[in-house]
């Protein structure tokens, strides 16, 4: 009898619980594939267009200042421009940056809702197949572009080490079994409300009804949530032959903090911890160290077309775009199943904003490297509207298997060759 080879990979899906499958005696002739990952990582202060935008577009295009630190990678990667989310004036100038991956409309106004980010939607869609469904990181505080269905904001990890110990570190047995009781708990709890939930459903009107039946939904959400979180707690977190990073309590070292955290993005996908990974590069508020600037970031960034404040932002932002070179380099030399870890994950790179200066959240600084998708060009769109960011938006999800046609203010999947 002839037996299909079956992907090691595959998962069963039942009442929202993903389960890898056991390795199966079947398994042994199949051809490994590697899983879809995305990572997104936004310069919340801009990219100075002048330094970073080509001149010229197509396969052709010569690289801007910015982009020839990473030009030895042009075909793993596209550039894009005149692409937007539409009517990001807010109650503060700077509001933009939490809607970059939502699109969602004036951010802080009057009865403001945000909505699912775009790394939240991917992060629902692959579930618990690892110990972490998402990681949301940032360079200074919690704050984030990570949004759930319900416009909660996810809290960003800001402590490499911290991360590094929740990733790798086993921890004593005393402090599992402490956690695991606690998990245990946090069940039994669930059990009870929904236990006095079925009981008020006769004594309720139709409309309390939709309400209790919501509320149940969120109850079973979280406890599927409770099963998944359960049982990764059990399993010994990966091995890895790296020294746990040092945080740098200094806040004025943007490109020490940033570089700390670029370098667990790699080893994250490559134990598998997290197949889906959001970076905010924040205002920091000081006088960066170790660059030769007078002026913290953000007010460079309002530069007033100042030659002398530009000459500084510039140096500033080089240094992020190499940061971001080291992450593309290292990406795609390390490898999982015989690909490049770069050829499995989709990359996202940009800005909220396309004009600092002027706090314009139009012509974003767009680029996407990585993944199965077509590279190697700048691509245009031209228009006195923006292009919608979320079409691009639907295509990353694509990438990653989720059949999806609109996501935010999309009209159409993005498409080109």
């Not at 598998?272 to 990974?277: E, L």
Request: hydrophobic share 35%; aromatic share 6%; glycine share 6%.
């Amino acid at each position: 009898m002839i037996t299909q080879a079956i992907n090691r990979r595959r998962f069963l899906r039942a009442s929202g619980v993903m389960l890898a499958l056991p390795l199966f005696e079947s398994m042994t002739f199949a051809k490994a594939q590697s899983p879809a990952r995305m990572v997104n990582i936004c310069a919340t202060l801009g990219l100075y267009a002048d330094s970073w935008f080509p001149t010229t577009t197509g396969i052709e295009y010569e690289p801007s200042e910015y982009l020839k630190h990473i030009d030895s990678l042009r075909d793993r990667y596209t550039l894009f421009s005149g692409l937007g989310h539409k009517n990001q004036t807010g109650r503060q100038a700077h509001n933009s940056e939490v809607t970059w991956l939502t699109s969602a409309e004036h951010p802080g106004l009057d009865g403001f809702v945000n909505t699912q980010s775009l790394d939240q939607a991917a992060a629902d869609y692959v579930g618990y197949v690892t110990r972490f469904p998402s990681l949301v990181l940032a360079t200074n505080n919690a704050q984030s572009q990570s949004y759930t269905k319900g416009g909660v904001m996810v809290p960003a990890e800001t402590s490499p080490s911290a991360l590094f110990a929740r990733l790798f570190l086993q921890g004593d047995p005393e402090k599992v079994a402490q956690e695991t009781q606690r998990l245990t708990d946090g069940g039994s709890i669930l059990d009870h409300l929904q236990s006095e939930t079925a009981s008020l459903l006769p004594q309720v009107s139709g409309s309390d009804r939709h309400k209790l039946d919501a509320y149940y939904e969120a109850l079973r959400s979280a406890e599927r949530e409770l099963v998944s979180v359960r049982a990764w707690h059990e399993q010994p977190k990966p091995s890895v032959n790296q020294d746990p990073p040092t945080d740098i309590e200094d806040n004025a070292d943007l490109i020490g903090r940033l570089r700390s955290m670029l370098k667990l993005i790699p080893l994250i996908l490559e134990t598998d911890s997290s197949r889906v990974v959001s970076l905010m590069i924040q205002d920091h508020g000081v006088v960066l160290t170790g660059l030769d600037v007078d002026a913290d970031q953000h007010n460079l960034s309002h530069h007033g077309q100042d030659e002398s404040k530009i000459v500084q932002l510039r140096e500033v932002e080089n240094e992020i775009v190499k940061l971001f070179a080291e992450l593309l380099t290292s990406l795609s030399v390390r490898h999982d199943d015989g690909s490049s870890l770069l050829d499995s994950t989709t990359v996202l790179f940009g800005s909220n904003l396309g004009n600092a200066n002027s706090h314009s959240a139009k012509d974003l600084p767009i680029l996407v490297a990585g993944g199965p998708l077509p590279h190697g060009r700048h691509v245009a769109y031209e228009g006195e509207v923006n292009t919608p960011l979320s079409n691009l938006f639907v295509s990353l999800l694509r990438a990653i298997g989720l059949e999806i046609d609109t996501f935010g203010h999309s009209t159409e999947p993005l498409m080109w060759s």
